[in-house]
């Protein structure tokens, strides 16, 4: 198993554009996350998922619109990249009722705007 | 709403000596867990151990173990015999329910430098 992957691992954008990063996951776990760190702090969740079609706002959801149209995927999309979207974006999965609880995480995505 | 919080933003610890990281915070669900997550340089998020609210013991694991004092709201995590990998930054992080998302909640962080 991969795990939770994310696509791209690093970008630099220009102040006014688009992308759209990635989270797969192959552990077939329900709920699914994005996360930002800035630097020298911990993650804040932009949004979530707990299920495949349904998405909910986190702590810092502005700028940001994510979808979830299939169970092992969940975008993130940026439609107008500012700089204070300079930040290294983490992805999560979970499925409620194991052991922990526990989020596995993706390696990070890290996005500089210029 | 849930809020953690830890005060100490960076440690020195010698080598082979034990290091307490303070972990506190806040929550009105009866129902929560307590993570602690290691980030090394490379960046990755490394789960290390947990404590959920209804346990009775403090959890381990390995070299880590939590001292959770419950009343005190706190969650510290203490690191044993202390490595020069050990060297990088924890996060404090709290889990709400199920029903409320799973989601977590992390502290600022600690930054550990394990000294030879």
């Known amino acids: 198993n991969a795990g939770v992957t994310q696509t791209p691992k690093f970008r630099v954008l220009k102040t006014g554009q688009s992308m759209t990063l990635l989270c797969a996951q192959d552990?077939?776990?329900?709920?699914m996350y994005w996360y930002r760190q800035d630097p020298g702090m911990g993650l804040r969740l932009i949004h979530y998922s707990v299920g495949e079609g349904t998405t909910a706002k986190g702590e810092v959801p502005d700028g940001y619109n994510v979808s979830r149209l299939k169970k092992q995927n969940f975008l993130l999309g940026l439609e107008s990249a500012a700089p204070s979207q300079t930040s290294v974006y983490f992805c999560?999965?979970?499925?409620?009722?194991?052991?922990?609880?526990?989020?596995?995480f993706g390696p990070g995505t890290r996005l500089t705007v210029l | 709403a849930q809020k953690i919080t830890q005060t100490q933003p960076g440690m020195f610890v010698q080598e082979k000596e034990a290091v307490t990281l303070d972990c506190t915070y806040d929550t009105s669900d009866p129902s929560y867990g307590l993570f602690w997550y290691k980030q090394p340089s490379s960046g990755e998020m490394i789960f290390l151990i947990y404590q959920g609210s209804y346990d009775q013991q403090n959890a381990t694991e390995g070299r880590y173990s939590l001292n959770f004092q419950k009343a005190r709201k706190s969650a510290n995590l203490v690191i044993s015999a202390s490595q020069l990998g050990d060297s990088a930054m924890y996060f404090c992080a709290m889990r709400e329910s199920v029903a409320a998302g799973n989601k977590l909640t992390f502290g600022g962080g600690t930054r550990v430098l394990v000294k030879p």
């Open positions: 552990m077939n776990h329900e709920y």
């Open positions: 999560a999965s979970s499925i409620p009722g194991n052991t922990y609880n526990e989020q596995f």
